[in-house]
T-cell receptor, first 110, second 114 residues
Framework: DAKTTQPNSMESNEEEPVHLPCNHSTISGTDYIHWYRQLPSQGPEYVIHGLTSNVNNRMASLAIAEDRKSSTLILHRATLRDAAVYYCILSTGGYQKVTFGTGTKLQVIP | SAVISQKPSRDICQRGTSLTIQCQVDSQVTMMFWYRQQPGQSLTLIATANQGSEATYESGFVIDKFPISRPNLTFSTLTVSNMSPEDSSIYLC???????????FGSGTRLTVV
């Protein structure tokens, strides 16, 4: 599996934007970039995914570098409920297993 | 997305015993997976549950310790056998639906072995 690298932890003030980076320099042309987050005492939940173009949904935006070797998850206004571990993972389109890296623990400061 | 019911949500077990964890999905899914999450750690894939055939295990995990069943497209079980305190972890079921790139996770089973 292609590997992703994320900072172990980040902090953000409440109601400010948060940019969570992910490096995936060995990404292949068919790998989708997925982001999941894990709230305390819960299983991971889907946030967003993309292939080449930037993506927006109600939860977040995903900015993908032109060479696809990195991506950034953008939370436009962090709330206390966004405090979680955020995982960036790669998955080839289709029915495949996925493996998790260490993730970024986001702390939101009121 | 699929809705997963994972049972039990938590249990405290004696060493040497076994626990079976159930994962029930509200709709048919293509792929089912089992993960382990040790305290303060990320998720580690144990195996892919295959319908009607033996599960596919990741390196470091064996069928004798973690037998898995998947009798149909909506249900799977993971058994943690001959437990020791090192098996104390959260065990999570995950599924992927047909025509979906996303994965849904259960809320997990918190296992403590004493």
């Amino acid at each position: 599996d292609a590997k992703t690298t994320q900072p172990n932890s980040m902090e953000s003030n409440e109601e400010e934007p948060v940019h969570l980076p992910c490096n995936h320099s060995t990404i292949s042309g068919t790998d989708y970039i997925h982001w999941y987050r894990q709230l305390p005492s819960q299983g991971p939940e889907y946030v967003i995914h993309g292939l080449t173009s930037n993506v927006n949904n109600r939860m977040a935006s995903l900015a993908i570098a032109e060479d696809r070797k990195s991506s950034t998850l953008i939370l436009h206004r962090a709330t206390l409920r966004d405090a979680a571990v955020y995982y960036c993972i790669l998955s080839t389109g289709g029915y495949q297993k996925v493996t998790f890296g260490t993730g970024t623990k986001l702390q939101v400061i009121p | 997305s699929a809705v997963i019911s994972q049972k039990p949500s938590r249990d405290i077990c004696q060493r040497g015993t076994s626990l079976t964890i159930q994962c029930q999905v509200d709709s048919q899914v293509t792929m089912m997976f089992w993960y382990r999450q040790q305290p303060g750690q990320s998720l580690t894939l144990i195996a892919t549950a295959n319908q009607g055939s033996e599960a596919t295990y990741e390196s470091g995990f064996v069928i004798d310790k973690f037998p898995i069943s998947r009798p149909n497209l909506t249900f799977s079980t993971l058994t943690v056998s001959n437990m020791s305190p090192e098996d104390s972890s959260i065990y999570l079921c995950s599924v992927q639906k047909l025509d979906s790139y996303g994965y849904t996770f259960g809320s997990g089973t918190r296992l403590t072995v004493v």
